[in-house]
């Protein structure tokens, strides 16, 4: 079979369009026009290439970078003591939950924004961005009022010990102050990948990382503030990327004539794509929260292996996840200038790069376990359970990567209702499968095989959405 027939196809009589005032002026750069006729076959196919390079790359630069921060946060804090660090590792899975919940920010606005820039719509593109970064800021100021005063409570029912609470508490009050600023980035973030700039954010990303480690370095031992001197460097530099990135956007609604107010219409539509995108990401982490509380289940050795396996997975994942972000831009833009076939063809494209880089990360682990194992453990047992794990993570690397990038090309395409439902479905295919594993006597590798199965479902969900052409909705708005 070769393969055009094995991936998603062109949508026939199910193809919709819905126009724009603007998008009879512009193509992108691939789509012919007045420019004259658009390249085909293998040319075709090495413009695409090239452009899914040139915005994976700094993308997945970007998506190392953020958690950097925890990483650095962490081996200050853990310098101040044992109490201090639990603390803080208490009060960043909270944290970081709470930013998590908001992606859709990033993911919606990306998707709006390209579409209009595909219209050749720069002002309404701009403008959709700054609906998104005022309702980020909103939502910001809501977070920050619920954590404040509830942040004891919070503390508490994550189980955090007597000696760890009080430093937990500190912690994530002062952090909650950058929460808002953490939302920014999100939309701001979208309103980029939207106009296919990937560098920005990845500049961004890595002046924030740097202003991080100085200011934690400096506040808690060259100013002696302790965990709170921790909070405060990480707050000023989140807020510093903020800035950055506002100045960015602002700049870019002067140049084009886009209103800097607040509209409340497009602040409406911004949270209603974004409720259906809250619901699949919401699905996604309860399948991670349902992973680990199994293996907590199974054990020690099986919950210390499975914390390693998924550091792992996660890492795997930023690499697979900066091609979706490609297919997001470039996908929202084609769809925007009312190229359905060059949406198809980029579709194709980023089924077989998902393919590759699957089967590439894959090999990579398979071959790596030996000299990954030590790194993390000396425990025997521990390592034995991590080599079967990782066996079977590796094993599943290439239908992640296809399930990664038609993911990408969803959101790309606005079809965030569908997502929903889909994400949905994978949690009930999982929860019972996942809860089974201790009932029938299995361990983390039949754990981590239902893992699979949550993955083979999401490209069953997502396959057979691809191949119905139903996510092909050309013009600048999707209805």
């Not at 603007?22 to 090239?50: F, I, K, Q, V």
């Not at 607040?262 to 539509?269: D, W």
């Not at 982490?285 to 907590?296: C, E, G, N, P, Y």
């Amino acid at each position: 079979m070769s393969p055009a027939a094995t991936t998603p196809g062109p949508p026939g009589p199910r193809e919709r369009r819905h126009d724009h005032p603007s998008s009879d002026s512009a193509r992108p750069p691939d789509g012919g026009g007045p420019t004259g006729p658009a390249p085909t076959g293998p040319a075709r196919a090495r413009g695409h290439d090239r452009e899914i390079i040139a915005l994976a790359v700094p993308a997945f630069g970007a998506l190392v970078a953020e958690p950097l921060f925890v990483m650095v946060d962490s081996a200050i804090v853990g310098h101040l003591g044992t109490p201090q660090l639990a603390g803080f590792g208490v009060a960043a899975a909270l944290l970081t939950t709470a930013v998590g919940l908001f992606i859709f920010l990033a993911y919606a606005t990306t998707a709006a924004v390209a579409r209009r820039m595909g219209a050749g719509d720069l002002r309404s593109a701009i403008r959709q961005g700054i609906d998104g970064l005022w309702l980020a800021a909103l939502l910001g100021a809501l977070v920050i009022a619920v954590t404040l005063p509830t942040a004891p409570a919070l503390v508490d029912a994550f189980g955090a010990s007597s000696t760890a609470a009080p430093h937990a508490v500190t912690y994530l009050r002062i952090s909650s102050l950058g929460i808002p600023a953490m939302l920014l980035v999100l939309a701001a973030t979208g309103v980029l990948r939207g106009l296919q700039d990937t560098r920005t954010p990845l500049y961004v990303a890595v002046g924030g990382f740097t202003a991080n480690a100085g200011l934690n370095a400096a506040l808690v031992y060259g100013a002696d503030l302790g965990i709170a001197g921790s909070a405060w460097g990480t707050v000023a530099a989140q807020w510093g990327m903020a800035t950055a990135y506002v100045v960015v956007v602002v700049r870019g609604a002067r140049r084009h004539g886009a209103p800097l107010r607040p509209e409340l219409a497009g602040i409406r539509a911004s949270a209603t794509a974004g409720v259906p995108l809250l619901v699949r990401t919401l699905s996604l982490r309860a399948v991670l929260l349902i992973a680990t509380a199994v293996a907590a289940h199974l054990g020690d050795t099986e919950v210390a292996a499975h914390q390693i396996v998924l550091t792992l997975w996660s890492l795997l994942a930023f690499a697979l996840d900066a091609i979706a972000i490609a297919g997001q831009a470039i996908i929202g833009r084609h769809l925007g200038a009312g190229d359905a076939e060059g949406a198809r063809a980029v579709c194709r494209r980023m089924v077989r790069w998902g393919i590759v880089s699957g089967v590439v990360l894959g090999g990579l682990l398979l071959a790596a376990r030996p000299l990954l194992t030590p790194l993390y453990t000396s425990d025997a047992e521990v390592r034995a359970e991590l080599m079967a794990a990782l066996l079977v993570v590796a094993l599943a690397e290439p239908v992640c990567g296809i399930v990664f990038v038609l993911d990408g090309v969803l959101l790309g395409a606005g079809d965030g209702r569908y997502l929903a439902w889909a994400s949905l479905g994978t949690l009930a295919v999982f929860l019972p499968a996942a809860l089974a594993v201790p009932a029938v006597g299995g361990g983390l590798t039949a754990l981590w095989w239902t893992m699979n199965l949550f993955m083979l479902a999401r490209l069953a969900f997502l396959w057979t959405r691809a191949r119905s052409g139903r996510w092909v909705v050309t013009g600048a708005v999707r209805a």
